[in-house]
């Protein structure tokens, strides 16, 4: 039957394509369904034949130059994840196919499209930048290059977003002040938030025209995109701007690398690599002992004691040694001077907590804890872009900064959050208050982010599976403060400092087939927050004050800065992976056995302190919490 089937629609096709011109969009189109029927007819019946057609079919459908962007795409991602791509007689086809993604990726993002767009066409490319990457890596090119793969397809979304709120053109106000003024206009129309965008999109709320308007804002943005673009061409051609808003250069991956290494995890059926980022070089780790399928059978239980160890042994033991970081630092207790490290994971990676990996039982400093300090990031790009924001208000002591403190534990449909007035009031301690400022809705949140410098969340998230941008943080009254309105809320001109979101899932991605970046955290972090403090997953409402307790009391000990932010959330995971440590010891569960039923320590604390690490420009701190 499926033989059957499969020769009707191959003859449909082929008649199809016989008679399509040439130079029509369609035949890509075309060309890229009758790929996907041979590769459906290879799985059903392991024919090799239809495997080499496909093959032929998915490249052929991808160097089309009249295709449409989005199917060469497709057609890129299918032929580079096809099986035996990377034997030595399709290498010429496999480094043209990476090479023609690198350049079809920036072109199908463009600054016209709204941030929902972005991340829809980029999300039917889901993984062709891990291949590219591991194409690369195959073929013996440098390690930069994997990196700048990598990087082309990750975060593209918030990167075009972080690029559009940036780019400091101040120094030529003077010498071309036309051109800053057309760089300026065109960059405020196309931010979704700005005002001369808000002030279009209020007039489609005219029953009678929206159709009409609709189109005519889309016109719109089609021309001020033209209008940036060409200024931005200008401005690459002054003295000091040739990199203006464009990718990361392998400079610049050097020049973020110098507070402490960049390591992204790049994970496909191909091939395991850790790419490492240090200032002197970039360089890459094969990792031989993780697969796919290794990662994939323990996914559903990500923060056990078992996937700890094998995190630890299969990830981040390879990448610390290679580092050198082979035991805790000597000669000093103090964690502002551990060593630092950026994860970047990718693909399927993403969602295990890579910052507490280890043998913890076995007390003998086989954990990152007790070596590094470690934070997240979405990708380089976006940690460049996030460091290059001003912090001219930020100065002096946690105390002097101005908080907004929401807290919501009785929303309509949810489980009430007990503890919920007692995190509240360790927040408010630290300003010396008894109460917090009462907000008034979604509307009001969004208004007093734009004066505040340290949000402090307490309620519940929302992951939705089917519509990430629907992901929101859910407030008492019902309303919800979704993923797609926090990306179009921009902060740049006065960015706060630190968001600490106190809720359930902000940290995770709640649909396999979004790109790596769609939750809370990052949405945050896109709006403008410097640091994130966010969850993976689930944990007692108790647990959570205990966690707001030690942060915010390492905090008022010295100045707000970046070292502090993360070492007050690091010292305080230490705390409590400590106490749990002696909890399972004082049981009779401690010791080496790294292989013991997880189900004996259900209801401790070896779920707890796994979590918690921080999304952020130094992604540090994602916490978990409450369902």
Not at 233 to 262: N, V, Y
Not at 347 to 367: D, K, Q, Y
Request: hydrophobic letters at 40%; proline letters at 4%; aromatic letters at 6%.
């Amino acid at each position: 039957m499926v033989r059957q089937e499969t020769d009707e629609a191959i003859e449909l096709l082929e008649a199809a394509i016989n008679t399509s011109p040439e130079s029509s969009p369609q035949t890509a189109t075309l060309l890229y369904n009758l790929a996907r029927v041979h590769l459906f007819r290879f799985h059903r019946l392991r024919d090799g034949k239809s495997l080499r057609q496909a093959q032929d079919l998915f490249f052929t459908a991808l160097t089309q130059r009249w295709a449409l962007v989005h199917v060469r795409i497709l057609a890129g991602r299918e032929f580079l994840s096809l099986p035996g791509v990377f034997d030595s007689r399709d290498r010429d086809r496999a480094e043209a196919a990476v090479e023609t993604y690198a350049k079809l990726v920036p072109v199908s993002i463009s600054y016209s499209l709204n941030t929902q767009d972005k991340q829809r066409i980029l999300s039917q490319a889901l993984g062709i930048g891990s291949d590219s990457a591991a194409s690369a890596l195959h073929f013996d090119k440098s390690a930069s290059y994997a990196m700048t793969l990598l990087e082309t397809g990750r975060a593209v979304p918030s990167s075009s977003l972080l690029n559009l709120r940036g780019g400091d053109i101040s120094s030529l106000s003077e010498s071309t002040p036309e051109l800053v003024e057309q760089f300026t206009k065109s960059r405020a129309f196309l931010d979704e938030n700005s005002a001369m965008a808000r002030a279009l999109r209020a007039v489609e709320d005219i029953e009678n025209h929206r159709y009409r308007v609709g189109l005519r804002c889309q016109y719109a943005r089609r021309i001020y995109e033209d209008k940036l673009t060409r200024a931005i061409e200008s401005i690459r051609k002054k003295p000091m701007f040739e990199g203006f808003m464009s990718h990361a250069t392998e400079t610049d991956m050097l020049h973020a690398a110098k507070d402490g290494p960049i390591v992204a995890l790049n994970v496909t059926s191909h091939r395991c690599n850790a790419l490492v980022i240090q200032a002197d070089k970039v360089s890459s780790l094969e990792l031989p002992n993780l697969d796919i399928q290794s990662i994939q059978a323990r996914s559903s239980d990500p923060q056990s004691v078992e996937t700890l160890s094998w995190l630890w042994d299969t990830i981040v033991l390879p990448v610390l040694d290679y580092l050198g970081y082979h035991g805790p630092p000597v000669g000093t207790g103090n964690l502002g001077s551990m060593p630092h490290i950026w994860w970047i994971p990718t693909g399927s990676v993403i969602g295990f907590p890579l910052h507490a990996a280890g043998h913890h039982l076995r007390r003998n400093s086989e954990t990152p804890l007790d070596r590094v300090v470690s934070s997240y990031s979405l990708c380089v790009n976006v940690l460049i872009r996030t460091r290059q924001q001003r912090r001219d208000h930020l100065a002096g002591t946690l105390r002097s900064q101005k908080a907004l403190i929401v807290s919501a534990p009785r929303p309509p449909g949810q489980q009430a959050l007990h503890h919920a007035e007692d995190e509240a009031k360790v927040v408010c301690q630290v300003y010396h208050s008894h109460d917090f400022p009462r907000y008034h809705g979604v509307h009001d949140i969004v208004k007093r982010l734009k004066s505040c410098c340290i949000l402090h969340f307490i309620g519940h998230g929302k992951t939705d599976k089917q519509n990430p941008f629907g992901s929101a943080l859910i407030l008492d009254n019902g309303d919800e403060l979704v993923i797609n309105e926090l990306v179009e809320t921009a902060l740049n001109s006065n960015p706060p400092f630190l968001a600490y979101l106190s809720a359930c899932g902000t940290g995770r991605v709640g649909n396999e087939t979004a790109t790596d970046e769609l939750h809370l955290a990052a949405a945050f972090q896109v709006a403008g927050f410097r640091h994130i403090i966010a969850t993976l997953w689930d944990v007692d409402d108790q647990l959570c004050v205990y966690m707001a307790k030690n942060v915010y009391t390492s905090l008022e000990t010295t100045e707000l800065d970046d070292v502090s932010v993360r070492t007050a959330l690091h010292g305080a995971v230490v705390a409590l992976r400590d106490e749990w440590v002696q909890q399972e010891e004082e049981a009779g569960r401690g010791g080496t056995r790294g292989d013991r039923n997880l189900e004996c320590a259900r209801g401790h604390r070896e779920r707890r302190h796994c979590g918690f690490h921080m999304y952020t420009l130094v992604l540090e701190a994602v916490h978990e919490r409450r369902s």
